[in-house]
Each structure stands twice: as structure tokens, then as C-alpha cells.
């Protein structure tokens, strides 16, 4: 540990003396590095949320047409523009259940998930104790309050997290008004009801909700 302080002192102490001179702006190139640097060690340990742009419900038009790979692939192009303070958390996984993984049950294929650790939002506002408790218990904060998403989001489950192939836009193959989608709702904390408070038709624009973070050893 005191290593790890002796590491880090250097950045830190720059970092003071740029933002006390005021020019740690956007252009400060110098500075967002040493930003980056100090935010790998200091940010708040936790599984980050946050929203992809919004999509028409054929969310399985990606990569190899089938929707949990797609669904992967949208949160991994819009991970860079997320303002999470984490920037340590790499990994990604989409909060949308599919046919075959469902969202109250990711590290069925995401095995090196955390799942004890708090949920939170970008800029580190707790939004759950941890994965485990996500959908059983209410929301300490709604996502909006969290920074995340500020409106609705395609869910394709019902309220447990679970999914519901009867609103899934036909397994994220469809974008008309033929189908209908589950989509959640970024104002509402009750249990049961913030992941899956109603559904839209599959033409309707809607972001979804994706997860970073640090992976866990897995496999002994």
C-alpha cells in the first residue's frame, strides 16, 4: 500500500499545481493524462452504469446478427463516451436480457463480473449494494439522479430482470410497429417496476443501459 502512495504522489502533486494555475482545460492534454492516471487509483471501487445512444429495437442488427453478441458490441463503442470516473473499468456488459442470458443473471455468461460490490452510477453515486440486490430490492437513487439516463430504456425482461420474449422485439430482430419492446423507466426506484414499467413499439428510439468493470479472477 505504501508503495502504491509513493507511485502515485508525483501525479498527484501535479495535478494540484495544474488545477491551481487554471489550466486544466480540455485542451490540457498534460493534464487529462495525469487526470486518467490518478482516476485508475482513487476511484471508487463498483460495477459503473451507464446508457448507450439510443436505438430502434432491432438491437441484434450487430456484429453477427444475433442479439447477446450485438448487444455487447453497442456497449463497447459507446464505453469511450461515457463520463465514468473509473476509467479502469474495461469490461463490458449490456443490461438487457435476451433469450438466452438475462439480465438478473449475467455472469452466466459474463463470469468475471463482481456481484458484491455497489452499483453506480458514472460519476460514482450509489445506485445498489451490488448486482445480487440490483432487482430484488428498491434503487437507492433513480438512474437519472445518477447521471445515466434521463428517460426510458429498452430492457427486453419483466420487472425481476428476467427475460420476456412476448416484448423483446422479436429477439431484437424487429424495428417497426409490429412488435413491441420492455423498456424501463430512469425516474422510478420501486423494485419490480424501474426495469420494466411498460413497453414501446420496436420503431421507438431508446438507449440501452450497460455496465463496466474491473474483471474478477475466475476459475480458480
Excluded at 64 to 72: A, E, I, K, N, V
Excluded at 196 to 220: F, K, M, Q
Aim: proline content about 5%.
Amino acid at each position: 500500500m505504501f508503495q502504491r502512495v509513493l507511485l502515485i504522489l508525483p501525479f498527484l502533486l501535479f495535478t494540484q499545481a495544474c488545477m491551481s494555475e487554471k489550466t486544466c482545460s480540455d485542451q490540457d492534454r498534460t493534464c487529462s493524462v495525469q487526470a486518467n492516471i490518478l482516476s485508475f487509483f482513487t476511484a471508487p471501487e463498483g460495477v459503473y452504469v451507464y446508457s448507450s445512444s439510443a436505438r430502434t429495437g432491432n438491437l441484434a442488427v450487430l456484429g453477427s446478427g444475433t442479439l447477446d453478441p450485438s448487444l455487447h458490441t453497442i456497449c463497447s463503442q459507446d464505453r469511450p463516451f461515457a463520463p465514468i470516473i473509473d476509467i479502469g473499468c474495461s469490461s463490458v456488459a449490456p443490461l438487457v436480457s435476451s433469450a438466452t442470458v438475462s439480465a438478473n443473471s449475467l455472469t452466466s455468461l459474463y463470469a468475471d463480473i463482481p456481484t458484491t460490490i455497489p452499483v453506480r452510477g458514472p460519476s460514482g453515486t450509489i445506485i445498489s449494494d451490488g448486482l445480487t440486490s440490483l432487482f430484488g430490492v428498491d434503487l437507492k437513487t433513480t438512474l437519472a439522479n445518477a447521471g445515466i439516463s434521463n428517460g426510458s430504456f429498452w430492457s427486453f425482461s419483466d420487472g425481476e430482470g428476467s427475460s420476456a420474449p412476448s416484448v423483446s422485439c422479436n429477439s431484437g430482430d424487429d424495428y417497426t410497429d409490429a412488435y413491441t419492446g420492455a423498456i424501463g423507466n430512469s425516474i422510478l426506484t420501486t423494485a419490480l417496476s424501474w426495469f420494466a414499467s411498460t413497453s414501446d413499439y420496436c420503431n421507438s428510439l431508446h438507449p440501452i443501459l450497460c455496465i463496466c468493470y474491473r474483471p474478477v479472477a475466475t476459475g480458480g
